[in-house]
């Protein structure tokens, strides 16, 4: 029987590499947890949204208070997002547990909020947030940590498995 390269079940599945679905999925989870963290902000269970920290900080421009500046916020904040999960890759890939990505999103908070907080002039210090703005945010980074770490963590689990049954099944 000849094999038909027009059919749909003959065709190859392009096949990317950990790295870049890595890369991948830190922008997908930087676009989904800021536009949460806008969401947070529009119903009042956080004080700061990502707008407040990326664009409000610098700019002055009055299009950054209008849907304009949220949207520009999340796709950078996906941009940033995509460094965030390669130094997640590079580090803590081979440890597959929700903790580990969890704990990630307490340290990206810890850095976020303490740290970088002198570079983002429009944005107060630590202790003069209210308890609200505290916990949410740090609730949203610590789900945050968790989809990217557990995300990378099962994607190289799953490829180190996957690599391991082929080298059987061909040597």
Same mark, same amino acid.
Request: aromatic fraction near 20%; hydrophobic fraction near 45%.
């Given at each position: 029987m000849e094999k038909n390269e027009k059919l749909e079940q003959n065709k190859q599945e392009?096949?990317? $590499? @950990? +790295?870049?679905? $890595? @890369? @991948? /999925? &830190? %922008? =997908? &989870?930087? +676009? =989904?947890?800021? /536009? %949460?963290? =806008? =969401? @947070?902000?529009?119903f009042n269970f956080s004080s700061v949204g990502p707008t407040s920290f990326l664009l409000r900080s610098w700019l002055n421009a009055e299009w950054t208070s209008e849907w304009l500046g949220d949207v520009i916020s999340i796709g950078l904040i996906g941009v940033i997002s995509i460094v965030v999960a390669l130094i997640y890759y590079g580090l803590l890939k081979k440890m597959n547990s929700m903790w580990i990505g969890a704990s990630f999103g307490i340290v990206l908070w810890g850095i976020v909020f303490y740290l970088l907080q002198p570079i983002f002039p429009n944005i107060p210090p630590l202790n003069d947030y209210d308890k609200n703005t505290i916990i949410s945010t740090l609730c949203l980074f610590i789900i945050y940590g968790t989809f990217i770490g557990y995300s990378i963590s099962y994607d190289y689990q799953d490829t180190v498995i996957r690599g391991n049954k082929l080298k059987k099944e061909n040597g």
């Open positions: 392009k096949s990317y $590499s @950990l +790295l870049s679905r $890595s @890369l @991948l /999925t &830190g %922008f =997908i &989870g930087g +676009l =989904i947890w800021s /536009t %949460f963290g =806008i =969401i @947070l902000y529009y």
